[in-house]
């Protein structure tokens, strides 16, 4: 079965993406992140499961993980803390510098590679009231922040409401709006923010890699929640996921 999913980026133009979700075989997952805060930095590794599967990826344990400041020569060996969550030591992350992930699973090598853009401040957070269907108010938060001129930028975001982290993910890039004042809404297709609410946004600027996987992996959440079969990964080795270099700026608000 072939699912064809329209993208909307911020100019409101479509791309479609094919992919194939069918007789997906078994893959290994890892999804890692070294951010400019301090540490210790994660990485999770897991098993994919069928596409019709529950929700449930199998932790792998035992994988061999190191992350590697390339421009500055050190390597640090993670620690497995839990079940296919293995945690870094002394690194710490720098804009500007490349990353490299390595992970060994038995006989099997799986690498990637993340350069961790300069950081982009967070000025404030707004909001904006929409109405659904039926008369029902609709929260929409809005980040505000300077896109920098003549630059390629990428974008995360992801909400806290009253300490619960959404599983929903936004991801933007600059390609209509370089150097232009940031604006829009984090739009989701439920109501989940209430006046009073308390709200905090981790904004993330990420590479293309990075957002080219969650770009394609948001658009493919809405059709299923299981891992799909095929976007495009920074991994090697026909893994799924994704290794990120980023920066945090984080925003805290109540709802109003």
Known sequence: ?????????ISSCKKVIQVDL???PTQIVIVGEITDTTGPYQVKISQSVPFDSSNHFPPVSGAFVTIS???RGQTDTLTESDPGIYNSHFLQGVSGNVYALNVVIGNNHYDASSIMPHPVPFD???FQNTFAFGGKRVISAIPYFQDPPELTNYYQFIEYI???????????DDRLSDGKYFSRPLRDDSAHLQIGDNL???MYCI???????????????DIDNSTPANPVSNISNGALGYFSAHTVKTKQVAVH
Do not use: C, H, P, W
């Open 22 to 24: 069918n007789n997906a």
């Open 69 to 71: 400041d390339n421009s």
């Open 200 to 202: 905090l946004i981790n």
């Open 1 to 9: 079965m072939i699912i064809l999913v329209s993208v909307i980026f």
């Open 124 to 126: 404030s957070i707004g």
């Open 207 to 221: 590479d293309k890699n990075t957002f080219d996987y969650l770009n394609t992996f948001d658009q493919l959440s």
């Open 162 to 172: 009253n300490g619960e982290k959404r599983n929903k993910t936004f991801v933007f």
